[in-house]
């Protein structure tokens, strides 16, 4: 029988701890591995160029990364789930057409924006936040980033004090804000147009309360399903993409209700193998 692996990817400012419940959760079904992103946790930003100002860290890049590393961790397919930072990372590995991603789940994810002009407002907007981290600190940086409206319901959650200190004992504040302005969405590639050469089975996962990437996921689908239906090798309509919309959450599904988004990712499971 073939082993069924996941692979687990964290959103900004995360750590492959934010996974240990929903590891435990999946590991009667599946082998699971969760890891620190780049500038995270324990895993480090080695710099390829001289001048720092490079992007050394976008998501094509880490996906590429991720891709040659699953190549040492199974001699089998893996099934990638991502949430928000990391849902942009494994959608960009869903669409890589590599034989080893068995298929995806993206959390409060994007295939990035559509238009140069909207890039690049969102390229300066996340520069600035990365200089502000830079400026002020840590706790200060949380405190602005965390009353943002994508964060309402999350604000409300029993954890998330709890939530914040753990974020806040992040080490490396340099290495944080060169991910936040080179995996900014701004300069990522839209993967919209490639939605159509989708191959993998993909489920696309947001939350209830969560109003922009609900919409989101449903253009997603749409994108994929009126391209699936024309007809084309592989699965087609529903059993290429399906949407998911997580009662009792926000943005931060996992933490927020974290029990249906368990079953779906291993009724999922079930599904491929």
């Known amino acids: 029988m073939q082993e069924k692996v996941v692979l687990l990817l964290h959103g900004f400012l995360g ?15 599946a082998r699971v591995i969760a890891i620190d992103l780049p500038g995270h946790g324990e895993s480090q930003i080695l ?32 099934v990638v789930v991502g949430y928000s930072m990391g849902a942009r990372i494994a959608l960009h590995m869903a669409l890589n057409q590599d034989h080893k991603i068995r298929g995806a789940v993206t959390i409060s994810g994007s295939p990035g924006l559509r238009d140069e002009a909207s890039r690049r407002r969102r390229i300066a907007i996340d520069k600035s936040r990365a200089q ?21 319901s999350l604000r409300e959650h029993p954890e998330f004090n709890s939530l914040v200190r753990t974020r806040s004992k992040h080490k490396n504040i340099k290495a944080l804000a060169k991910v936040l302005a080179d995996s900014s969405v701004g300069r990522q590639k839209s993967l919209w147009e490639d939605l ?68 779906a990712v291993r009724k999922f499971l079930l599904k491929l193998y």
């Open 132 to 152: 502000f981290l830079m400026c002020c600190g840590l706790e200060c940086f949380l405190q602005t980033w965390y009353s943002g409206k994508l964060w309402t």
């Open 196 to 263: 159509k050469h989708l191959k993998r089975p993909l489920l696309v996962v947001a939350g209830e309360k969560d109003a922009k990437f609900k919409d989101i996921s449903q253009k997603m689908r749409t994108e994929i399903m009126s391209h699936a239906e024309c007809g084309s090798d592989g699965p087609k309509g529903k059993e290429l993409c399906e949407v998911l919309i997580i009662p009792d959450s926000g943005h931060a599904v996992h933490v927020e209700n974290p029990l249906p988004l368990v079953r």
């Open 15 to 29: 750590t492959s701890e934010d996974w240990v419940p929903t590891m435990k959760a999946l590991a009667p079904s």
């Open 47 to 78: 710099q390829r160029h001289k001048n720092s100002e490079q992007p050394a860290v976008t998501v094509q890049l880490v996906a590429d990364l991720l891709l040659k590393l699953i190549y040492h961790i199974t001699n089998g397919e893996v």
